[in-house]
């Protein structure tokens, strides 16, 4: 939606290096999810942060409220790792709704 | 602990014609979700319940589009009389207010094609 933006729309990676995604929003948001859609268009949960960083295994991401943004960076990319990303802020509304970026598709080259 | 579930997992319709997606959340999630992505974009909300109550259906196109949650548990989205720009992924998704996350968590959608 309007309210989030996602960048890079797309990415290439060779195996082993690493790069970072990054949202920006022009709201604020109470808190971020990250997802990857899978090769069955499943939406797998990366992170859920309210605030600070995260880390899970090569994934680490950060989350600032009140400067509007959060990244996602990748490191030691793997074949694995190919997909479609997606962020989404919750703006704190009732309920957590979320508002969605357009995705980042990342390609991991052997 | 099961994800949540829907079905069917694909649909093929003329135009004009009606289809329901079935979503079953996850166990005690008693807010549940529906999305709708358009190829190559992200979700964007239709409807959410907390247990059976609407809380908001202002996406919803509301003349061809219906979402129930009887029991505040599973529930279905209906579309009557189908249109081309209804082809997309309809995604349902539930969380919990209980903690201080409302982490969402997804099925694995149900695609869409209106010919």
């Known amino acids: 939606g309007d309210q989030v933006e996602q960048s890079p729309s797309a990415l290439s990676l060779h195996e082993g290096t690493g790069s970072a995604l990054r949202c920006n929003f022009t709201?604020?948001?109470?808190?971020v999810q990250w997802f990857r859609k899978n090769s069955r268009g499943s939406l797998i949960n990366l992170f859920y942060?309210?605030?600070g960083t995260k880390e899970n295994g090569r994934l680490k991401s950060a989350f600032d409220s009140k400067e509007r943004y959060s990244t996602l960076h990748i490191r030691d990319a793997q074949l694995e790792d190919s997909g479609t990303y997606f962020c989404?802020?919750?703006?704190?509304?009732?309920?957590?709704?979320?508002?969605f970026g357009a995705g980042t598709q990342l390609i991991v080259i052997p | 602990e099961a994800g949540v579930t829907q079905s069917p997992r694909y649909a093929v319709l003329q135009e004009g014609q009606a289809v329901s997606f079935w979503c079953d959340p996850i166990?005690?999630?008693?807010?549940l979700y529906w999305y709708q992505q358009p190829r190559d974009q992200g979700p964007q909300l239709l409807v959410y319940?907390?247990?059976?109550?609407?809380?908001?259906n202002s996406q919803l196109p509301s003349d061809r589009f219906s979402a129930v949650r009887p029991k505040g548990t599973n529930s279905t989205l209906k579309i009557q009389s189908a249109k081309q720009g209804d082809t997309a992924t309809y995604l349902c998704?539930?969380?919990?207010?209980?903690?201080?996350?409302?982490?969402?968590?997804f099925g694995p959608g149900t695609r869409l094609t209106v010919l």
């Open positions: 998704a539930s969380s919990s207010r209980g903690g201080s996350s409302y982490e969402q968590y």
């Open positions: 709201t604020t948001m109470r808190a």
């Open positions: 942060l309210a605030s």
């Open positions: 989404a802020g919750d703006r704190g509304s009732a309920l957590g709704r979320l508002h």
């Open positions: 166990s005690g999630h008693d807010t």
């Open positions: 319940f907390r247990d059976e109550a609407v809380i908001d």
